[in-house]
């Protein structure tokens, strides 16, 4: 099952929007040659687009610097870009498409070549924020920029008063200020009180065989591509974030809504509700949530690197009970990490999808109440049970009143909910591959590849009628947070193979007159038993774990009205006897797929 599952949200994703997040990182660059480092993922568009595209044509190269991080590689001085090195890979606006270089990749540095006749020019490149991810070779130099503060950027000094001590008298730094390359470019950084750490500059680092891993104050670690998609499903995402410096440290979670994205790129409909995981409740189990957005930043203190507390795990959910919201809109925005001494700041892309309902929900109802029948019979004046003209006792009222039963009694549903169609409750279905080895939900095993059952699935709930065809009893509307849908369920008195008051070999119970030779009506041995079920959906609980399950968990108040048909009366109607039950379901969605695969 998990298998399964596993293709069937990868299946999901490579078919959905594609998220995306977007901020421009801007680069002052001069005539000659130059040092980027990229914080954002700008690989949506080729080079030959991204800069060849500019009509004035003023960055003429590009080259990336791609270490080798052998121990057998050592670098004493910073290299100049030349073709016959594969560490490097370029680009250059004769060569076009021939180049080398195609795409930009974040956290990687860059020389580039702006034209002679340009003094200054402003390089204005939009992508994804990503967090910072850095490969640290002791074998040499290392091609590398920080993530600091563009507003106010620290000099050297300033920025590695909090790194190792061994890190700083060890360090050396060379920069391109711009300009021919030569003895003045790259040049070593020896004012390191007055130099700023510009962010998105690259500097050529030497620290003989000391392996650094100070690049800020603090570090945010994020899994996988350095950027939080939740996607349609996912309900919550860690990131880590550690002090690395050896005195305490305030960490701000600041929120920036997402730029607008280049042309071609998906719609952003509007900023991603978050929310972070406060405090569990320890009597429910549940926790706490603040809302984070432009407004509500958050904060935390840090202990100083190696003490308890130097680091922590911020959880991050999105809101997907809010109303308003169409499912397939992407949602996004920037996190911004910042540290209380305005030397760093990290940002860290995030973004998902408004999900829908639609898929196999399978859970359970829990009967927790069930309505009496109690009749109450007039008595006589002798305190007697009174007896009318044709014998029978007179029942005066009738006490359906619901009570509460010792345990609750499970109720299993399978519930299939397609898009925009009403939902259907299901006896039984299966999943797993079919033969063109798609992960299907179906109706008859028989739809399944037969070499790989052991791969399958079989859910079933025995309290409803089993029938070959397995069409399923339609509900009168679509499960969505807040609805309310029935469904009636019939039982017919003469189906041998589900109804309990049908007995195939007592003569009592078989529906056949004394002779087996005719069939006797409803309601003379067995009778027929409709269930109309209702399923109210509820709003989630207003809690981290309610608010961000919406689109994997629904819940609400499940009731059900039995009646029972027995003998036709005057008129035609049928005796009828009525019970009702209440209690509460949960239902979890398990795949998303939108077609329940019916055998002909």
Partial sequence: MRRILTSLAAATMACGVMQAQWLTQQFNLKAGWNAVFLHVDPSHAELDNLVGSDPDGNIQEIWLWRPELSSQQFIDSPQAPISTDSRWQSWSRIQGPASTLRTLTPNLAYLVKVKDSVATYTWSLKGQPVAPSYQWTTSGLNFLGFPTDAATPPTFDTFLGRAPAEFRRSAEFFRYPGGPLGAGNPAQVFALRTTPVRRGE??????GDYFNRYFSPFEVSVSGTGQVKFGELQRTAGIRINNLTTSPLTLRLGFQASEAPPAGQPAIAGEIPLLIRGTRNIQTGSYSYTRLNAA?????TLAPAGADGSGIEVVLGVDRSLPGQNPGDLLAGVLQFSDGTSQARVDVGVSS?????????????????VGQYLKKYALDANGQT????????????????MTGVATPYPLRLIVHNPTNAPASLFQRVFTGYDTQTNVVVANSEALLDRSQLAQARRISAPHLPFTTANAGWRFNGSLTAGATVSVSVTNRFNDGQSNPFVHTYHPDHDNLNARFTQTVPQGSESYTIVRDITLQLTPPADDFGGRTSVGETLGGVYTETLRVLGLARGGG????????VRGEFILNRITSIAAVSAAP
Avoid: C, H, M
């Avoid at 109607?573 to 009702?580: G, K, L, Q, V």
């Fill in 202 to 207: 690259a500097y050529w680092i030497k620290s």
């Fill in 296 to 300: 509500t930043p958050a904060t935390w």
């Fill in 353 to 369: 999808i408004v999900g829908n309902t639609t898929g196999l929900w399978v859970g359970a109802a829990a009967v927790t109440q």
């Fill in 386 to 401: 009174a007896i009318d003209a044709d014998g029978k006792f007179v029942a005066i009222s009738t006490n359906t009143a």
């Fill in 573 to 580: 109607n049928a005796d009828t006897r009525n019970f009702e």
